[in-house]
C-alpha cells in the first residue's frame, strides 16, 4: 500500500472511531434517561392520584428513550456501512494510481533502453562507412586488416560500451576486430550461420540494420551482448553493393542493469519489487535483482494494450509497457515491467473490522 493508501487507512479508522465514541456516548445518556423515567414511574405510582399526571410525563419520556435508542442502533449501522464503502472505494482509487504509476515507470525504463539502443543502430550504420572499415571489406589484405583492426581499436577507446567490433566477409569470415589480443577467438572466426550476419547481408541499403536476440557470445568470454549489424557497402555508399558485414556487440548486462536498477521507487518498496525488461518472447533479458536472465519467462495479462497495469491471484501487482520507439528505431517488442510484491502494511485488518467492540463498549447499544 502507499503512503496515500495507509493515509486513507487511518483517516477511515479514525473516523470510525469517533463516530463510535460520540454514538456511545448517546447510548449511556439514553439508558440514564430509560433508569430516571423508570424510577418516576415508580414514584408516582406512589403518590397515587397525586402522581398520575407526571407518570404520564415519564412514560413519554420512557418512549423517547426507545426511540433514540433505535435512532442511534440505525445510525450505528449507517456509519460501519459507509465507512466500509468509503475504505474499499479509496483503495481501490489508490490501486489504481499505484498501478498507473508502476506502468509510468516501466514506460520510462523502456524508453531509456530505446534511446540507448537507437545511438547503437546510428553507430553501425555511421562505422560501416568508414573508409577503413570499406576498404578492409573490399580487399582484405593484411595492411587493410591491421589499419581496421586499429581502427575499430580507437573506436572502441571511446565507446566502452561494446566489448568489440567485428569485419566479416560476404562467406562469413571475420577478417578484422578490434580487441584481438582481448577476443583471439573471434578472429578468424566463421559466422555466416548466424542470424545477425544473414539479415545483416540481406538489408536493402545503408541506412538498414538488424539486431540480433540478446544473448551469450561464447568468442567474447560468453558475456551477454545485443548484437548489430549492418552490410558494409562498395564505397561506403548507401545504395552500394554489399561487401561485407559490421557487427557490434553491446556490453547489455552493466548498461542493461543500471536502467533497470535505477527505476525511481521509494526505498520502502523497492525490497518488494523486481524491475525487468524482457524481449519479444517475454523472456527476461535484465532484472533488477539479478535473477533470471535469459532463463526466465514472464506471462504478462495484456488484454491487447500496450501499456497497462494488474494484479494475481497473490495479491502482485504488475506495470508493464511495450516499446514505443525513438526515432527511428522502431523498436523490438520489448517490454519494460515492474512486478511488487503486496505491502506488508496492507495485510491489516480493514478500518471497520474489531471495531465491533468499541462500538458497542457500553453493553447491549450494539446488539439491541
Given amino acids: 500500500m502507499s503512503v496515500a493508501g ?9 473516523v470510525l472511531d469517533v463516530a463510535s465514541r460520540k454514538v456511545s456516548l448517546i447510548e449511556d445518556i439514553t439508558r440514564r434517561t430509560k433508569m430516571l423515567a423508570m424510577n418516576a414511574l415508580i414514584e408516582a405510582s406512589r403518590a397515587g392520584d397525586a402522581g398520575r399526571g407526571f407518570a404520564v410525563v415519564a412514560n413519554e419520556v420512557s418512549e423517547i428513550s426507545k426511540q433514540v435508542n433505535t435512532i442511534t442502533k440505525e445510525l450505528r449501522s449507517e456509519i460501519v456501512s459507509r465507512v466500509d464503502h468509503l475504505t474499499t472505494t479509496g483503495s481501490a482509487m489508490v490501486q489504481e494510481m499505484h498501478g498507473r504509476r508502476l506502468a509510468d515507470l516501466s514506460l520510462n525504463m523502456i ?10 543502430s546510428c553507430d553501425v550504420r555511421w562505422w560501416a562507412t568508414d573508409s577503413a572499415v570499406v576498404d578492409c571489406a573490399a580487399d582484405p589484405t ?3 586488416r591491421e589499419h581496421a583492426s586499429h581502427r575499430l581499436s580507437v573506436i572502441l577507446e571511446s565507446y566502452t560500451v561494446y566489448l568489440d567490433l567485428w569485419i566479416a566477409d560476404l562467406k562469413g569470415e571475420v577478417i578484422a576486430t578490434g580487441r584481438p589480443g582481448r577476443y583471439p577467438g573471434a578472429q578468424g572466426a566463421r559466422v555466416g550461420d548466424e542470424g545477425w550476419f544473414r539479415q545483416a547481408l540481406a538489408t536493402r541499403n ?3 540494420f538488424t539486431v540480433g536476440d540478446v544473448a ?8 551477454v551482448v545485443a548484437t548489430y549489424a549492418t552490410a558494409i557497402r562498395r564505397g561506403g555508399e548507401a545504395d552500394g553493393d554489399p561487401i561485407g558485414v559490421l557487427g557490434i556487440f553491446f556490453d547489455w548486462e552493466p548498461q542493461a542493469a543500471a536502467v533497470v536498477q535505477g527505476v525511481r521507487l521509494e526505498d ?11 524481449d519479444a518472447r517475454h523472456r527476461v533479458i535484465a ?21 497497462g497495469h494488474y494484479a494475481d491471484g497473490s495479491g502482485r501487482t504488475y506495470g508493464y509497457a511495450l516499446t514505443p520507439g525513438y526515432e527511428t528505431y ?26 465491533g467492540g468499541r462500538m458497542g463498549m457500553n453493553g447491549a447499544g450494539l446488539h439491541g
Fill in 206 to 208: 545503408g541506412g538498414e
Fill in 6 to 14: 495507509n493515509e486513507l487507512f487511518e483517516l477511515s479508522r479514525g
Fill in 142 to 144: 593484411e595492411v587493410n
Fill in 111 to 120: 524508453e531509456i533502453i530505446d534511446r540507448n539502443l537507437y545511438e547503437r
Fill in 216 to 223: 551469450r557470445n561464447g568468442r567474447l568470454e560468453d558475456r
Fill in 268 to 278: 520502502e518498496e523497492r525490497a518488494r519489487s523486481r524491475c525487468l525488461l524482457l
Fill in 330 to 355: 522502431k523498436g523490438l517488442g520489448w517490454y519494460g515491467v515492474i512486478v511488487q510484491d503486496p505491502d506488508p502494511r496492507q495485510q491489516q485488518a480493514p478500518a471497520t473490522a474489531g471495531m
Fill in 287 to 307: 532484472s533488477s535483482d539479478g535473477r533470471g536472465i535469459l532463463s526466465e519467462t514472464v506471462q504478462l495479462r495484456r488484454s491487447g494494450e500496450s501499456m
